[in-house]
T-cell receptor, first 113, second 117 residues
């Protein structure tokens, strides 16, 4: 079974630029999550989708962050414009409805200069 | 959860010894708990889970203990190996696990396990 795929693995941008991350979840997983993990901290949930609907985006900074999951499969997370404090690893995870174990991708490490 | 910045709690153990990693969770309504292992440069990986109606669950070399009275969770690793070196997170779930309904997951701070060869 293929795992959660994320790209790119690394991204370096200057503040005020835009960036987008892509995630392909495990086939058949209805639930998809985006997390922000700052160095030395646990993952913080940004947004959770069930199929192509948002079920929780309470911690998403909506003035600059957006995410979509068209067709209920792949997802993109965008930051526009980026700030220095957005430097972090962005993790995507997916889970099935039957069992809430989240399977994580390797993440995208973002550095904002 | 609370942030400890760059100063993750660290546990150093000798190879072959047993490790015990502790976690305090915040919500008494949490009904499901999971331990994840995160190696450097990788995403968290599922280790073991436990439902709130249990107080102990065993896997291969790992045991999770749940004390709901004091909202405490622990992960015990038997005969710790160098490959066990990683950051360990507990995660608490609130929601109807078997209903397919929305479940809120919150990760703890994390503990760094260093295995000394």
């Amino acid at each position: 079974e293929a795992g959660v795929a994320q790209s790119p693995r690394y991204k370096i941008i200057e503040k005020r630029q835009s960036v987008a991350f892509w995630c392909n979840p495990i086939s058949g997983h209805a639930t998809l999550y985006w997390y922000q993990q700052i160095l030395g901290q646990g993952p913080k949930l940004l947004i959770q989708f069930q199929n192509n609907g948002v079920v929780d985006d309470s911690q998403l900074p909506k003035d600059r962050f957006s995410a979509e999951r068209l067709k209920g499969v792949d997802s993109t997370l965008k930051i526009q414009p980026a700030k220095l404090e957005d430097s972090a690893v962005y993790l995507c995870a997916s889970s099935s409805l039957a069992k809430n174990i989240q399977y994580f991708g390797a993440g995208t490490r973002l550095s904002v200069l | 959860g609370e942030s400890v910045g760059l100063h993750l709690p660290t546990l150093s153990v000798q190879e072959g010894d047993n490790s015990i990693i502790n976690c305090a969770y915040s919500n008494s309504a949490s009904d499901y708990f999971i331990w994840y292992k995160q190696e450097s440069g990788k995403g968290p990986q599922f280790i073991i889970d436990i439902r709130s109606n249990m107080d102990k669950r065993q896997g291969q070399r790992v045991t999770v203990l749940l004390n709901k009275t004091v909202k405490h969770l622990s992960l015990q690793i038997a005969a710790t190996q160098p490959g066990d070196s990683a950051v360990y997170f507990c995660a608490e779930n609130m929601g109807l696990r078997d209903s397919g309904g929305y479940q809120k997951v919150t990760f703890g701070i994390g503990t760094k396990l260093q295995v000394i060869p």
